[in-house]
């Protein structure tokens, strides 16, 4: 009888091990989603950066946003857009491309600070908007 309980109770323990695991492995979300702004560069840089759990991505600057997608791999970001925009006298400017341009850096987040850094080295630091 005292055999039968251990069973029991070793099959209850190992389902709730499986329903922890597997729970923490379903939750584990890419840190780089979210929204994203812009705190410092050296150079010019956008204003708020969107990442979406499905790899769509969105830049946006001022009022305006420009759609795209990104990859984010091992510490390497791509972001491929099919607009582009110039800022003017008059504002900003969207303007529709011929090309998607692809863009990469590689990516640093540490708490809620994105830091990405540019081929030449220079960086764009960002802060998660919670």
Do not use: H
Request: net charge neutral.
């Amino acid at each position: 009888m005292k055999k039968k309980y251990y069973y029991i109770i070793g099959a209850v323990v190992l389902i709730i091990c499986a329903v922890l695991i597997f729970t923490v492995a379903c939750g584990a979300k890419n840190p780089i989603v979210g929204t994203w702004k812009f705190v410092a560069s050296q150079g010019q840089e956008s204003d708020t950066l969107v990442f979406k759990e499905n790899g769509d991505f969105e830049l946006q600057v001022g009022s305006k946003s420009i759609p795209g997608a990104y990859k984010a791999e091992d510490g390497k970001l791509t972001i491929e857009l099919s607009k582009t925009y110039e800022i003017d006298e008059n504002g900003i400017n969207i303007k529709e491309i011929d090309q998607p341009i692809r863009y990469q850096w590689t990516y640093k987040i540490e708490g809620d600070k994105l830091t990405l850094t540019y081929e030449d080295g220079a960086q764009g630091i960002y802060q998660k908007v919670k």
